[in-house]
């Protein structure tokens, strides 16, 4: 017989929680910097038409105007009839030069000939409301107009 007898429940080591922190923060920093915000809160019920030729557009080189009815709880200050939303704020046709030259001063200067606005219009609205905006984006001399559309899934 032997002496020595072998163990077999070895203790293991303990996992090592000194680099926790750095891999929270690490995650917390990674989240911040690739997170998007959104730029701004849809206060108009905006149905898109649907298209079949579409292409996407750099988001940061793109300004958005909305048009259509208010929503439910704007329906009783400004009425139902179809709105233009800039930002944040409902506005009016004559808002749109101070509109575009806020959105486009802080883009470089190099970018600034690819910059363009994308209308989002209901597809009930009259294209009277459209011509409009269009006509004074032209006097802005804001020339790349586009439309935004859903695909056509058929």
Excluded: W
Aim: glycine fraction near 4%; proline fraction near 7%.
């Amino acid at each position: 017989m032997s002496k020595f007898t072998k163990r077999s429940g070895r203790s293991k080591p303990k996992i090592s929680t000194a680099s926790l922190p750095d891999i929270i923060f690490m995650l917390l920093f990674f989240f911040m910097v690739t997170t998007v915000l959104r730029d701004a809160t849809l206060k108009l019920e905006v149905i898109t038409p649907t298209a079949t030729a579409l292409t996407k557009l750099r988001k940061s080189l793109v300004s958005y105007i909305y048009v259509g009815v208010p929503k439910h709880p704007y329906i009783q200050e400004l009425g139902d009839k179809p709105r233009i939303q800039l930002g944040d704020k409902f506005s009016e046709i004559e808002d749109i030069p101070l509109y575009l030259a806020t959105t486009r001063e802080p883009i470089p200067e190099r970018d600034r000939p690819k910059f363009s606005v994308s209308l989002k219009v209901d597809e009930a609205v009259t294209m009277g409301i459209v011509q409009d905006i269009k006509t004074e984006l032209r006097k802005c001399g804001q020339l790349k107009i586009n439309y935004s559309a859903k695909p056509d899934l058929e």
